[in-house]
């Protein structure tokens, strides 16, 4: 899990003002002038490596009106009722699960990975000091290496 929303921690409040059309329009226009090079710059630990390279490929999915629109709805649409209607059955899951949290997130609170690690039973939990709300831009090789170890000590337990 990486990024992970749970309980009752979601939305955050840049998503509840969103329920608002007006919030909701501006917000749209926003992207366009610049607001989301903005969002991405505070998501990340290593700001130096936002360019325009990588903005390019965050913003593809939000290159049409239509895109950014689609966005904006399912910032909208997430609830916590449906995250706390599975608190119980997280308890219940038998399978190994890996937590991977970037220290650094500006975005989503430590309680939330802190929360999951103590009930999920299987749960492994991990820490990224270098690592933004985007740890896979800030920090590639250190989660790529987390993964693979994980995989590998499961593939050896048999």
């Keep these: 899990m990486i990024n992970t929303v749970a309980y009752d921690y979601w939305p955050v409040q840049p998503i509840i003002s969103m329920r608002t059309p007006i ?78 949290r970037g220290e650094a997130d500006v975005y989503l609170q430590k309680a939330i990975s802190e929360d999951l690690y103590k009930n999920l039973p299987n749960a492994t939990y991990k820490k990224i000091i270098t690592g933004g709300h985007f740890i896979q831009e800030d920090e590639p090789e250190q989660l790529s290496d987390l993964i693979l170890s994980f995989h590998k000590e499961l593939n050896d337990r048999g």
């Excluded at 936002?50 to 895109?67: C, H, I, R």
């Excluded at 009722?81 to 997280?90: A, Y």
């Design 23 to 100: 919030i909701r329009n501006l917000a749209m226009i926003s992207l366009d002038l610049g607001a989301f090079r903005l969002l991405v710059k505070r998501g990340m630990y290593h700001r130096e490596r936002v360019n325009d390279a990588l903005m390019s490929l965050f913003w593809k999915p939000m290159n049409t009106a239509e895109g950014r629109k689609a966005f904006l709805y399912f910032a909208h649409c997430l609830n916590n009722n449906d995250l706390m209607e599975l608190k119980e059955e997280l308890s219940k899951l038998a399978l190994p699960v890996l937590i991977i």
